[in-house]
């Protein structure tokens, strides 16, 4: 439920009732009960609308159904209040039912929509001869052709809905196999690192003064060190210092429109109703030549953090700002999820650390590592609730940079 769809179910529902006070005219009969209940009804859903809750995506689609369902009983009520069983206020039900065909399908909007009618026409038929009687056929047809309309809303929004879970399990899964991948070369090249490292040193002793049972240790720890590193670089190949097995590329690249892209996806893959996505370009960088997949995984691995920590508190706010900044372009992600926790702010770019519940704990060491390919950066602000990330990319090509503690190499440029 958001706020267009309550504004959609509310002016349907005073359109119901003033066909029904229409029609009731010259009848002994008053639709200020059925007003009052379409009004507690409405109140309802904009406290649904307006709040958030429920905060699970699941919960929401569940809620916009019963408060479909109903506006659906209500609009039976008000036929059956005013007597009007073939008339226009039957034409109430189109909405909902709509609404519940584009959540769950062509079959259960065409089912809501011909509940009505099909209702109406039992009552009738219960009651026997009369002239009454004479609508049931007519209530067939009627609710026959209301069931047209959601069935073929349900019937095109499938597809649509497919694709759109398809890109948006998409965009997850290669944001998940960057940062896993990374990860997992980072690791392994570590493990190679020290491997030769242990190599050198065995190597170093062995050709020092020892005793008898020395050497054969040495050999075994040298054996074992081998067979370490050999395995350790079949399974990484020849990789580049940052471990990296796709190098960084220099293509030109148009940072405004990667950002508005890397936003369209993220709200498509992690963006529930009730939490709203701004871009604003304060001062757009020039075109550069940069790699586009590691700014393109970093932004969105940022975006995910974001949207899901104003998920997870049944709404918020997320705004991605652009900005020229001397040699350097800045994208910088703010929301208002809640913040971190004090526990995580020390560790928030260590491996599995994650201040979401869920969370894998890669985003934003694995973010880090993609800008720092590129010779950019990636720093963190959480303070009252709000989280700040600022994406450094900087506009002019520059060597990667490697934090000391990440490897043992010497003669690379290193930033603390």
């Known amino acids: 439920m958001n706020p267009g769809l309550w504004a959609l179910r509310a002016a349907n529902l005073a359109l119901a009732l003033a066909a029904a006070w229409l029609g009731a005219r010259g009848k002994t009969v008053s639709v200020v009960?059925?007003?009052?209940?379409?009004?507690?009804?409405?109140?309802?859903?904009?406290?649904?609308?307006?709040?958030?809750?429920?905060?699970?995506?699941?919960?929401?689609?569940?809620?916009?159904?019963?408060?479909?369902?109903?506006?659906?009983?209500l609009v039976m009520w008000l036929a059956q209040w005013t007597r009007q069983f073939a008339g226009v206020v039957d034409l109430g039900v189109l909405v909902p039912a709509t609404l519940i065909?584009?959540?769950?399908?062509?079959?259960?909007?065409?089912a809501a929509a011909a509940v009505p009618a099909a209702f109406t026409a039992a009552i009738l038929h219960s009651l026997g001869g009369g002239a009454d009687a004479a609508l049931v056929p007519t209530l067939a047809l009627r609710g026959a052709l209301l069931a047209l309309a959601p069935a073929a809303a349900g019937a095109a929004l499938g597809p649509a809905r497919a694709s759109a879970a398809a890109a948006a399990r998409g965009t997850l899964a290669r944001l998940r196999s960057a940062q896993v991948g990374e990860y997992l070369s980072f690791a392994l090249f570590q493990l190679r690192?020290?491997?030769?490292?242990?190599?050198?040193?065995?190597?170093?002793?062995?050709?020092?003064?020892?005793?008898?049972?020395?050497?054969?240790?040495?050999e075994r720890l040298r054996k074992a060190a081998g067979e370490l590193s050999h395995k350790l670089a079949k399974t990484l190949g020849d990789q580049s210092a940052l471990t990296t097995a796709r190098p960084p590329s220099t293509a030109p690249l148009d940072l405004v429109e990667l950002v508005r892209a890397c936003v369209d996806d993220a709200r498509a893959a992690f963006a529930p109703d009730g939490v709203g996505v701004s871009v604003l370009v304060q001062s757009a960088p020039p075109p550069i030549g940069s790699d586009r997949r590691s700014i393109e995984l970093a932004l969105l691995a940022v975006l995910q953090n974001s949207l899901e920590a104003c998920a997870q508190r049944g709404g918020g706010a997320v705004t991605v700002l652009l900005r020229r900044e001397g040699t350097n372009a800045e994208i910088e992600v703010s929301d208002d999820g809640g913040g971190m926790p004090e526990t995580v702010k020390a560790s928030v770019f260590e491996p599995f650390v994650s201040a979401r519940r869920g969370g894998l704990g890669l985003g934003l060491s694995m973010s880090r590592r993609f800008l720092e390919r590129i010779g950019g950066g990636l720093r963190v602000?959480?303070?009252?609730?709000?989280?700040?990330?600022?994406?450094?990319?900087?506009?002019?090509?520059?060597?990667?940079k490697i934090?000391?503690?990440d490897s043992t190499w010497a003669g690379r440029r290193a930033e603390r």
């Open 403 to 405: 934090r000391l503690e």
């Open 33 to 73: 009960l059925p007003a009052a209940a379409a009004a507690v009804l409405a109140a309802a859903g904009a406290a649904a609308a307006w709040s958030g809750r429920p905060a699970d995506p699941k919960a929401r689609r569940w809620a916009l159904a019963a408060f479909c369902g109903a506006d659906v009983l």
């Open 193 to 218: 690192d020290y491997a030769i490292t242990v190599t050198s040193l065995a190597e170093a002793i062995s050709i020092a003064p020892a005793d008898a049972k020395a050497p054969e240790r040495l």
């Open 381 to 400: 602000k959480s303070k009252a609730g709000y989280t700040a990330v600022l994406l450094i990319v900087p506009l002019e090509r520059e060597l990667p």
């Open 101 to 110: 065909a584009m959540e769950f399908g062509a079959l259960a909007g065409a």
